[in-house]
């Protein structure tokens, strides 16, 4: 089993820039892909960044790119989602997910059997 605690959620105005991390442990050997999620009220979970933990390879969401990077740190076992040029539509739920898949990339929750609580993040107009 692994745990997964996500921290770096806030408040922030629109065109501002937070940092989201995702502390994993357990077995997090096990682990072949991480990936941020957001869940706005009233909307599905989507798929925001993901990354291959063997080959580092990223993927974003359209709505994303160019503004936000998924990063990981191996050593600390820890995931990172830098969030720039903010807009009032990335406020949700941010989760980090972790699986066991070995594929480079997913949007389905159904892959990930880790997750998260979630922290909260609200761009502002």
């Known amino acids: 089993q692994a745990q997964l605690m996500e921290s770096g959620g806030g408040s922030v105005q629109a065109g501002g820039s937070l940092r989201l991390s995702c502390a994993a442990s357990?077995?997090?050997?096990?682990?072949?892909?991480m990936a941020w999620f957001r869940q706005a009220p009233g909307k599905e979970r989507e798929g925001v960044a993901c990354?291959?933990?063997?080959?580092?390879?990223?993927y974003y969401t359209d709505s994303v790119k160019g503004r936000f990077t998924i990063s990981q740190d191996n050593a600390k076992d820890t995931l990172s989602l830098q969030m720039n040029s903010l807009r009032p539509e990335d406020t949700a739920m941010y989760y980090c997910?972790?699986?066991?898949?070995?594929?480079?990339?997913?949007?389905?929750?159904?892959?990930?059997?880790?997750w998260g609580q979630g922290t909260q993040v609200t761009v502002s107009s």
């Open positions: 357990g077995a997090t050997d096990r682990i072949y892909l």
């Open positions: 990354i291959s933990t063997s080959n580092g390879f990223t």
């Open positions: 997910a972790a699986s066991s898949a070995r594929v480079n990339y997913s949007w389905r929750p159904s892959t990930y059997k880790y």
